[in-house]
């Protein structure tokens, strides 16, 4: 009876407890959800995971601690010790998973990024300094520069992950009196990337002091570049494949191009290979348009059509959901991969 009388005369207070705490972590969870589908609209990678349309789920004492601490503080200081998000690194003693989620390793990330957004600001302004503005009715060849790190140069560039090294071997075999415009990939300053990382102290000075070498603002169109270039050299670029669907020849440095064989690319690891292209180039090779639409019909006839997890804009308005992309990546595998093709087969896929 006592006891009874006990536990109702606790239900207020109870209730009451319940009345505080409760708003109080469904703040914290609009936090947190605002957070994460604000990385899952723009980069779509969270943590460990790949958000699939939904916020991780946290604890509520996570939850409870967060709001105590960060919910009543302004919105720029909640921002820079909010949720790590979008990151794939790892603090040392620490599970990958809960790695830079606690207010310390939330401090330490702030400040690394911090530091990236200022490397970056200032190689920006080293190469806005350095960049010239360029003439497109002389002879050139067009060098756009690839976004590192990625895997595009390393590991499919070979030695040729270094650019320097590309750059060099064009201005030293390239037809006297053509130039060598080089631009950087716009990616490289992105505050949320890792650009700074793969640009040391001094390399557009290094660049822009290989003879014939031009370094070209970033707001020069890359279309009006590759319309007047003699030649595009890249490693293993898109904008390879934009210059042939636009007839204009391409030297490849990277063995992992998936164009490689196509007509028009020259594939050139060395420096004869890069001289015998050049005499093709100047005299007069054009690119054979019949050849090059067989190639994309066999493009066509072995590809897959597969997402394959960027969660770009392009492949969110796809529609190929992700069992889809499992399912035709897995019978493409089977396929080719039981096949004895002639050359670097993976590249059929």
């Known amino acids: 009876m006592i006891r009874r ?8 207070v109870r209730n009451a407890v319940k009345d505080v705490v409760r708003p109080v ?20 990678l969270m943590r460990g995971r790949i958000l699939r349309g939904r916020a991780p789920q946290f ?6 601690f967060d709001f105590a601490v960060f919910g009543w503080w302004p919105a720029p200081i909640r921002r820079a010790i909010g949720p790590i998000t979008g990151i794939h690194l790892k603090e040392p003693g620490v599970s990958y998973p809960k790695s830079f989620q606690q207010w310390s390793g ?7 990024e911090w530091r990236s957004v200022r490397r970056k600001r200032w ?25 590192q790190p990625e895997r595009t140069t390393s590991a499919l560039g070979g030695a040729f992950a270094n650019q320097l090294l590309m750059v060099d071997l064009v201005a030293r075999t390239v037809p006297p009196g053509w130039r060598v415009y080089v631009k950087e990939h716009p990616s490289q300053f992105y505050p ?22 031009h370094l070209v603002p970033l707001t020069v ?27 204009i020849p391409v030297l490849l440095f990277g063995f992992g191009a998936w164009y490689k064989h ?7 690891p060395t420096e004869a290979a890069c001289r015998a292209a050049f005499d093709r180039l100047r005299n007069g090779y054009t690119i054979d348009e019949t050849e090059l639409r067989r190639f994309i019909q066999a493009v066509n006839h072995v590809a897959v059509r597969a997402d394959m997890g960027y969660r770009t804009p392009h492949e969110l308005e796809s529609g190929i959901g992700h069992d889809e992309s499992v399912n035709a990546l897995s019978e493409a595998l089977k396929r080719w991969g039981t096949r004895s093709v002639p050359g670097d087969w993976y590249q059929v896929l």
Request: proline share 6%; aromatic share 12%.
């Open 123 to 147: 190689l920006l302004r080293r190469y806005r300094r350095l960049s010239r503005p360029v003439e497109l009715s002389v002879p050139y060849v067009y060098v756009p520069l690839h976004f």
């Open 221 to 247: 169109s890359p279309f009006d570049l590759i319309d007047g270039a003699r030649a595009v050299a890249t490693i293993t670029g898109t904008s390879g494949w934009e210059a042939l669907a636009r007839g």
């Open 59 to 64: 604890t509520w004492k996570q939850e409870l």
């Open 262 to 268: 196509a007509e028009g690319a020259f594939y050139v």
């Open 5 to 12: 009388v006990a536990i109702a005369r606790m239900r207020p």
């Open 106 to 112: 939330r401090l330490t990330m702030r400040l690394l």
């Open 192 to 213: 949320k990337f890792a650009g700074e990382r793969a640009r040391f102290p001094g390399y557009y000075e290094r660049l822009a002091s290989i003879p014939g070498v």
């Open 25 to 44: 972590l469904k703040a914290g969870r609009r936090i947190r959800a605002r957070a994460a589908d604000r990385t899952y609209r723009t980069r779509g």
